[in-house]
């Protein structure tokens, strides 16, 4: 097998949403700045990365709750397809949340801050709390994934390896971006707590994010490094402004009817999945 070859198993399809099983290594070949070669990007993917595993769990927990209440086969179907999609993200993400500790970031201190932090905060909600963070939190996940396909150049200045996992994980992402959000609408329904949990949701997540960055930024001695500071801030919020053109599907979710159905996919779905994937559908 070449390092080239993606290591691709489909395990199951429903609804257009197909769980596929991967194997990434993440060889300590790859360079510490493997996002465009910049340490500030580098940085805020994974402090991303670091959330994944514990995040993940959490969504599936929220959703899982209430999976006996569905009445609908074709939701619980794709309730089966989200989870399967969220553990193997989990998984994978370990992986290469390993490599950033081989790194020296200092990924498990921020990973038991997450960990930590999640469980009082799943404790002290109540299950429709849980499922309204959850599909809040998957909201910000499908819009963030629609920004990284719908500019595959910020992709493809990755590591190749690294490119791969996101783009699979975006993937995914947009895929089952209606899951959570429609059992939230059969089980619970209600339209100010899903707003009230995504002002909550938007708040810690832009904390919690800058702070992972300015850590890592920190840990690897990248802290001053203005350049840095200045190419990855105009790369998400100037040009092409990766964030900056995802405010308006973000702004969506406050208005009465939203669902996630109304955000068009992205025209580069296919192009991302044949580039990074190999996958032809
Ligand atoms: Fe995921
Ligand atoms: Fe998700």
Redesign the pocket.
Known sequence: MTADTVHLREIASTQGITVRRMDFDFPDSIPEFWCDNNAFLTAMMAGLSVT?PVG?RYFIDSVRHYQDEVADPALRAQIRAFIG??AN?SREHVALNEFLTRKGYPVASMEAFVRERLKTVQAQSTPAENLARTVALEHF?AIMAKGFIDHPDFLTRMHPTMARIWAW?SI??VEHKSVAFDVYRACVNDEKLRRKMMREVTFFFVLMSSVRTVRILKSCGQLSNIRAWLRGLNVLWGMPGVFRQILPAYFAYYRKGFHPSQQADSDYTETVKRHFLQMIS
């Open positions: 994944f993940e999609q969220e993200h996940t994980h995914e992402e």
